[in-house]
């Protein structure tokens, strides 16, 4: 009886602390974290607005994971009470943390139904709900078309998060509209949200540290260092041109700050005459740019590639007797033909790593990647087809056959001789010796010897055996899958017109569809949903017209009690089907739902 007195008692203690956070929070105010956590846990996640909170400060410090399960359920919780505002700004938040990992996928839920209730009903988002839609705008291949759209609705959740009297919400929104784009200061209503800020901040420090930093011309570390984690990190990349390698422990999945630290990176590069380390790492930076962009990124890639071409440009060059390796961007240097260094010795030959997933590279040990430049496509096309055949070599007929088609056999043949010679130029450009690739006897190949592995072969030959496995030991079988999913990718995207290709890729996606449905299935029979999710997101990513992804997708969600995210992903279904296929979801689908 005690103990349950006991209890209850604490119960109470704890119920006047929650409480008191709550006023402080619907004042517009950020409860202190360590105040926060120190209320225990379970009677922390009963409440939406302490875990709205604890999200909140996630969002400015990074703790991304962990956030999302807190945005999640506070979701649910507020979806319990049918607080449609507060549901909307959970989205949100969601689709806002989405987009800072680079997961445009898993957004676009949210951002779908955000839209849709920002153009019917802007009074009843808040201020998150244009910020989610904003950063959302500027993403994509070609973002600079969107930026404007993404400036107006920045502006746009500061006004709403003035109107709702959160001026630390607004402060730190303006801030992102400076770290997406410096110009922002030139905003005719800047001195207006400025002055604004200091009228409103005087009692919050942290909104006051905010408003300092905006207001001042001349920003130096010391203000952004009184900033959260990550906008501390964006505010000396940005504003002081001041981007650290390397990253707070904190921001490890954040893209944006990820970005930052690779530019600098690149410029370490640059700066140590490492030019061809350097143009490998700007050709990554581009690519994680298409997951995320703003003006300040365009920018900075703009600079990193002057900065580059003048590197090479300046490289000084070599007399004829000693010709220079070739410093052109993406580029390994290359190596003697006939094997021996300068001196005479013999040196062993190079083994080379090959990647044909995501475009064609090569590495030779722990060198940067290095790719080809072909002067006719079907060097290309030889090089791939030789690399997918057992050995890495075929018949000479079927060579021809299968890569220069049908016509006249003398045409053909004549054709395959230039391609041969094309070829091995190409390849002794990056290191290749000249007896790698060889025709003789009637069979036309690439030397066994000069190939330390190809990502292709490694990927069928780990999903191949992870099939054998899987009906008599499935832990073992997705271990081999979770090892193959990372390295699938478009089969050499160089060679788009190859037709004999498409037969291959799309046995690839095919083989890469089923290791994602059996790995969501055994992830879902241990129990581990978060795993389960992940990969059946990424199999309606891979396959975005198949309807027993959605099901599946459906099924998690109400699985876990969320109902909302699973009316989103039937919505999307229902969309894809009537505007790509014509038709409707099938009748089981819907029964999930509304039976």
């Excluded at 807190?70 to 700004?89: H, I, K, P, V």
């Excluded at 997933?357 to 090089?383: H, Q």
């Excluded at 795993?531 to 990513?541: F, G, K, L, N, T």
Aim: hydrophobic share 45%; proline share 4%.
């Amino acid at each position: 009886m005690n103990q349950k007195n006991k209890r209850a008692s604490q119960q109470d203690h704890w119920l006047g602390h929650v409480m008191k956070a709550e006023q402080t929070i619907l004042d517009g105010q950020m409860l202190p974290i360590g105040q926060l956590l120190a209320i225990p846990a379970d009677i922390r996640m009963k409440s939406p607005l302490l875990l709205r909170a604890e999200c909140e400060n996630g969002l400015l410090n990074g703790r991304l994971m962990e956030t999302k399960q807190r945005l999640e359920a506070a979701l649910r919780g507020f979806a319990a009470q049918a607080d449609e505002s507060a549901m909307l700004t959970m989205m949100a938040m969601l689709g806002l943390l989405h987009v800072q990992v680079g997961d445009r996928h898993e957004s676009k839920p949210f951002l779908s139904l955000l839209a849709q209730e920002w153009a019917r009903n802007p009074e009843s988002c808040s201020g998150f709900v244009p910020w989610a839609l904003a950063r959302a705008a500027a993403g994509g291949a070609e973002p600079a078309s969107r930026f404007d759209e993404a400036r107006s609705l920045l502006f746009a959740a500061a006004e709403r998060f003035r109107e709702e009297g959160r001026a630390l919400w607004a402060g730190f929104v303006l801030l992102d509209a400076l770290l997406f784009d410096r110009e922002a200061r030139a905003n005719p209503e800047w001195p207006f949200w400025i002055n604004w800020l200091k009228r409103h901040t005087a009692e919050q420090p942290l909104a006051a540290a905010v408003a300092r930093l905006l207001g001042s011309g001349t920003p130096d570390a010391g203000l952004c260092a009184d900033m959260p984690v990550r906008y501390a990190y964006l505010g000396k990349a940005v504003l002081l041109n001041q981007a650290e390698e390397q990253l707070p422990e904190e921001l490890a999945d954040d893209i944006e700050s990820g970005l930052y630290a690779a530019s600098a990176a690149i410029g370490r590069l640059l700066a140590e005459g490492q030019t061809d380390a350097a143009a490998n790492a700007l050709r990554s930076f581009d690519r994680q740019r298409r997951l995320l962009s703003t003006p300040e990124l365009e920018r900075l890639a703009g600079e990193l590639r002057e900065r580059l071409d003048a590197a090479v440009a300046a490289a000084a060059p070599v007399p004829a007797a000693a010709p220079e390796a070739r410093a052109d961007r993406g580029h390994a240097p290359r190596q003697a033909p006939s094997g021996r260094e300068e001196g005479g010795e013999p040196q062993s030959a190079a083994k080379w790593t090959i990647k044909l997933f995501d475009g064609i590279g090569f590495s030779a040990g722990n060198g940067p990647m290095a790719e080809p430049v072909w002067k006719r496509r079907k060097a290309g096309e030889l090089f791939v087809y030789l690399l997918l055949q057992s050995g890495y070599k075929s018949n000479r007929e079927h060579v021809v056959e299968r890569v220069f088609g049908e016509g006249d056999a003398a045409k053909r043949s004549n054709q395959l001789y230039v391609t041969l010679h094309d070829l091995r130029s190409a390849l002794k450009e990056i290191g290749f010796q000249d007896e790698a690739v060889y025709a003789k006897r009637g069979v036309v190949g690439i030397a066994e010897h000069a190939v330390e592995a190809v990502d292709v072969e490694t990927f069928m030959t780990l999903s191949r055996v992870g099939d054998q496995l899987w009906m008599d030991d499935r832990e073992a079988a997705s271990r081999l899958y979770d090892k193959a999913l990372p390295l699938y990718g478009m089969l050499a995207t160089e060679l788009p017109h190859a037709e004999w290709l498409d037969r291959t890729r799309e046995q690839l996606l095919d083989r890469q569809t089923t290791m994602l449905k059996r790995l969501a299935a055994y992830y879902g029979e241990q129990g581990d949903e978060a795993r389960e999710e992940q990969r059946v997101s990424d199999w309606i990513a891979l396959r975005p017209n198949q309807e027993d992804a959605y099901e599946a997708m459906i099924r998690l969600c109400l699985r876990g009690g969320r109902r909302v995210e699973a009316i989103g992903w039937y919505r999307r279904l229902e969309r894809i089907c009537r505007e790509e296929l014509g038709t409707e979801p099938l009748e089981e689908v819907r029964q999930l739902l509304w039976s």
